[in-house]
């Protein structure tokens, strides 16, 4: 019994360890140090449309995905779900989320309720 559990957990923290991995390497390689020269103090939109800079960069990697479904739904159209190209999905999300979050942090902190999003 004592082995089963040990198994257990060394496979729980593994599963961890996998899961945490996207979020470590976004938060610690593609973060970038904060430009001084860029001013964010001027809106480029009228005020009553205006909100945070980062919320609008970081709508694009939820975007990837709604758009990733839409290529789905076209491939199953025209053939087999094999068909897909599921690691390119997922290398375009997290490379495009680790480009921009390198573009929205040189200009601004990035709110931890727009990472968690």
Not at 4 to 16: D, E, M, P, W, Y
Request: aromatic letters at 10%; one cysteine or more; glycine letters at 8%.
């Amino acid at each position: 019994m004592a082995r089963r559990a040990k198994r257990l957990a060394v496979g729980l923290l593994v599963l961890a360890a996998v899961l945490a991995a996207p979020v470590l390497w976004i938060e610690g390689v593609c973060t970038a140090a904060r430009d001084p020269v860029v001013r964010t103090d001027t809106p480029l939109v009228e005020p009553g449309y205006v909100r945070r800079e980062a919320d609008s960069f970081l709508s694009f990697p939820e975007w990837h995905i709604v758009y990733a479904y839409e290529d789905l739904s076209g491939v199953l159209r025209e053939g087999d779900e094999s068909d897909f190209a599921y690691a390119g999905q997922i290398a375009g999300f997290w490379t495009s989320l680790c480009g921009l979050t390198g573009a929205v942090t040189a200009r601004a902190p990035v709110g931890t309720d727009t990472k968690i999003m």
